[in-house]
Structure formats: structure tokens, C-alpha cells
């Protein structure tokens, strides 16, 4: 098994959370993995992006060129990374905040989850991060959702342990939407 | 052994828990990007095992705070980024000459000057050369995962202890940031007995500390007894990894995230069926050398990966045997070369 994911998104949306998240799920998962974040210029509004990588063998390089999966939470990380997935790849665009319209690539397999509204709607914006990872979750077949859910005691800080119901319905919603279990 | 759980950290925190794992007692460093989550967890980690945290107000002040620990038999470190290492390139000189331990780590980013704040390898001949003054080594371990940085910053100690010299772990930004999951494992050798601290002389002859050798025929004698020491070295501390060389018409060799990445090419050009193997000097002060040599006996070309124009790779020329072809892809500071580039030299090159 292997599969590596490009997360990208606007300083804020908690997308290094999200990376961090999906890496410790995989640990626990028994799987190698690596984790590596844009550092440095962090800040709200800014870009943030990270790579994890995922494998049941060693892994080579924590830096991909094409990785199989990109998460764009933002129209700028969709016009600068959908051309970083191979062909038959997978896109997963945050539709409230990118418009699909953009996408030109034909060959690889694109998915418009609304994530920042569902998130709206579950009572907070910022769960958009959750969502997206339950989508990935659903749609990569490479986690399972209860695998990531399982992660968030570990990633989520102890004052913020009371979040942690709210985050999971967050990626529960984000599998919902991107086709149900 | 019992098992033990796996955890989730970044490299600038695998160092913090190596450090205190090998009794590290005193920080001195000043913060610089990207390795300010060493002296961020120095500083929460040091109280909490009787230790202290200092904030100094410059590499300069850090590296020689180090030494002033040092003097005294206790085990201190800094860490810095590529600009705060070359300001104390004086103190690691002074450090070697006067024969003390010292735990230095290099996250190292793009130069010169400033440069940027991207991963870079800029420094090698800066840490395996001797950056400072004189004729002196910095025995100089180049990790290449989270695991490693853990691991290294142990042995870094032990080294630095044992050979009574300065030890650099030579990092990269990507290693630093990272995170991969590591087992806090390995027993930490005990401290050596050290006879020559300086802890007041009550009751016993003065012990003096110094690089200063002004009477005749000192110096020299003195230089002498340091490559002898540093010759013991090269005989006993090599370090180096290799995979899928034995039947390797080509052989890859790259140091740290240059290594990692270059994995990744060997692998995929293996599975196009070209025989290429991948060479990782994990020791780089002493270098591999020998093996190296050895290894061109059967290899007749070898692909030098680097994350800079060009400076392990002329300690692969020095070694290889004459008659070897050794080609060379980098990138300069502010740039990773990835898989895919390096996949393609190897084509180029295979």
C-alpha cells in the first residue's frame, strides 16, 4: 500500500491540522508515514499546504511531485496544484470557497464537497478541515474514517478535547456527502 | 525488548528528546527558522529535568556558552540554522583546540547570506572541512529521518564525550519540519569518567584548558595528537548505508533529505529494471571513504545527489578509483530536486 495527498488551503483553515491528523491516523493504522508542512510564513489568510505520505513499506521521499490525491480548500490551491495529479488521480475541491468550473483536467477523477458551508452548518466554519478529511476518507480508500476519527484525541489539544463529538460528526459529514459508507 | 509505542514528531523535537534522553543538562541558542522548535522545546523540557534553558544573545555568545559548560564535564548543546552555524564557527575552532565536547545542530537552510529559509545541504564542506580557523575536523552525522534525528543527537553526545571533540548533527530544513513516527529506543552508553574538567583544584594539581601553544615545538606536537585522534576516528566511527548495490551497475550516493528522495528514484528505476542502487554516507566527518573505493571496483559510475552545486561529491571523487565515472545533479539553495528529477538523471546517466 501506498498513497501520498497534497492538502492546501488558506493559512487558517486548519489545513496542517488536517495533515497531522491524517498522519498519526496512519501510525496508528500500522503504517510508515511522513508529514511535511510549508513552515515558516504561516498565517491567516496566507497559503499553507503539507504532504503526507502513507505506506506498509519504507518510505523514500517525504517530497512528491505528483501526489495521488489533491485536497484544494481554496480557489488558488486549485489552480496551482489539479495539474500535480497523474492521470486518474483524485481531486477534492472545497466547492464553497473554489469554483469547479476551473478544473481543465478530464483525466483524473474530481469530487465538489462544499465543505466550508457544511461546516457552516454544523456550527463552525473552521471544521471545513474535518470534512475534507472525511471526504478523502471516503473517497481515496486508503483510511477509514473511524481510523481518522480514532486520531483526533492525540493531534487535538487537552483544552480543546471537548471539540472532539463536533469534529467527528465533522468528518462523518464529509464521508456523508462524498457518497456514504 | 518490550514493545514500544511508535509517536508522531516532528525532527526539531526528535532532537529535544534525544538531547534530554542523553542527559543534556544546559541549552544556550538563539532563535532562527527553521529549527526554533529545538530551543522551543529545550525551553519547556530543560526545567522540568533540572536543567536551564538560556536564551543567549547571540550564536556567538551561544557556541561559547557551550564551551564554558563544557569546561566544566557538564553536557550542553545549541542548535542553529545555516547563518546562526557560521557565526560560531570561531567557537567550534577554540572548541577543537582545546580538545571539549560540544553538541551543535545545523538545521540547515539556503545561503548564502540570509539566503531563505527553504531546506538547503549548503554546508557540507562548512562542517566536514572545519568552518572556523586551523587545522581541525568536527566529527559530523548527517541523518536522513525523524528516527535519525533522535538517534543521532544521542550518539552525538556519546561522540563528542568520547573523542573529547566537537560533533555537529548536519540536518536539512525537510528533516527538521518533518514529522514521521519514532520509537523512543536504545540505551544511552554512560557518560564517560572525564579527568581533565575544570571543577577547582583543591586537593589536587591545576588543570588547564587551552589552544594556545606558544613554546617551541607545542604547537606542533599538539596538531599531531589531534589528527591522530582524528585518524582513530576515521578508523572507528564510519557510518553508512546502502540498498540494492550488490548488482548496481549505477550507483546513486546522496547524504540526508537528499537520500530520502533519492530513494524513491532508485526504487522506481528499479522497478523499470535498471540495476541502480542507492550509496548514504551517514557519517559524512569521517567519510565513507573506504567503502566507497571499494565499491568502484565493481561500480563503474556513480550519480551524486545533493541539495547544492556540488560538495560531497568531490569527496566521492577523492575516493572513488581513477578510472570512475562520477556525474553529479543538484539543486541550489532554494530548491528541492524530487524523485522525479533524480529518476530522470539516473536514466540520463544509467
Known sequence: MYYDVFISGFGGQGILLAGQLLAEAAMEKGLNVTFFPSYGVEMRGGTARCTVVMSDNEIGSPIVDNPRCVIAMNQPSLVRYQESTPPGGLLIVNSSLANLDDVKRQDIEVHGVPMSELAVELGNARLSNMVALGAFARLSGSISSDEIAGALEAVISERNRSLIPLNERAIMEGVRYAGGK | ?350
Open chain 2, 1 to 350: 525488548m518490550t514493545e514500544q509505542k511508535r509517536i508522531l514528531v516532528k525532527g526539531n523535537e526528535a532532537v529535544g528528546m534525544g538531547a534530554i534522553r542523553a542527559g543534556c543538562l544546559y541549552y544556550f541558542g538563539y532563535p532562527i527558522t527553521p529549527q526554533n522548535e529545538i530551543p522551543e522545546f529545550m525551553s519547556r523540557e530543560l526545567p522540568r529535568h533540572d536543567g536551564e534553558f538560556v536564551q543567549a544573545e547571540s550564536e556567538l555568545a551561544s557556541i561559547n556558552m557551550v564551551l564554558g559548560a563544557s569546561a566544566v564535564g557538564v553536557r550542553s548543546m545549541t542548535s542553529s540554522s545555516s547563518p546562526g552555524i557560521s557565526l560560531m564557527q570561531e567557537g567550534l575552532s577554540y572548541l577543537a583546540g582545546q580538545e571539549l565536547p560540544a553538541v551543535v545542530i545545523n538545521v540547515v537552510r539556503c545561503g548564502p547570506g540570509l539566503g531563505g529559509i527553504a531546506t538547503s545541504q549548503g554546508d557540507y564542506f562548512q562542517a566536514v572541512k572545519g568552518g572556523g580557523h586551523g587545522d581541525y575536523r568536527v566529527i559530523t552525522l548527517a541523518p536522513a529521518s525523524v528516527q535519525e534525528m533522535y538517534d543521532h543527537t544521542i550518539l552525538a553526545f556519546d561522540l563528542a564525550d568520547r573523542y573529547r571533540n566537537p560533533t555537529m548533527v548536519l540536518a536539512d530544513a525537510v528533516l527538521g519540519q518533518m514529522q514521521e513516527p519514532i520509537f523512543e529506543h536504545g540505551d544511552v552508553p554512560p557518560e564517560p569518567r572525564k579527568h581533565w574538567t575544570l571543577t577547582g583544584a583543591a586537593n589536587r594539581p591545576a588543570r588547564h584548558l587551552k589552544s594556545l601553544y606558544l613554546k617551541e615545538g607545542e604547537l606542533e606536537a599538539h596538531n599531531r595528537m589531534l589528527q591522530e585522534k582524528y585518524r582513530e576516528i576515521q578508523k572507528h566511527e564510519v557510518r553508512f548505508e546502502e540498498y540494492d548495490v550488490d548488482d548496481a551497475q549505477l550507483v546513486v550516493a546522496a547524504f540526508g533529505t537528499s537520500a530520502r528522495i533519492a530513494r524513491t528514484a532508485v526504487s522506481r528505476a528499479r522497478e523499470k529494471g535498471l540495476k541502480v542502487g542507492l550509496f548514504r554516507p551517514v557519517t559524512v566527518f569521517p567519510f565513507p571513504g573506504m567503502r566507497l573505493c571499494s565499491l568502484s571496483e565493481r561500480v563503474k559510475k556513480f550519480l551524486v545527489v545533493e541539495m547544492n552545486t556540488g560538495q560531497m561529491v568531490e569527496d566521492v571523487r577523492l575516493n572513488v578509483k581513477g578510472d570512475t565515472e562520477v556525474e553529479f545533479y543538484g539543486r541550489p539553495g532554494g530548491a528541492i530536486p524530487t524523485p522525479v528529477e533524480v529518476l530522470t538523471q539516473i536514466e540520463r546517466h544509467y
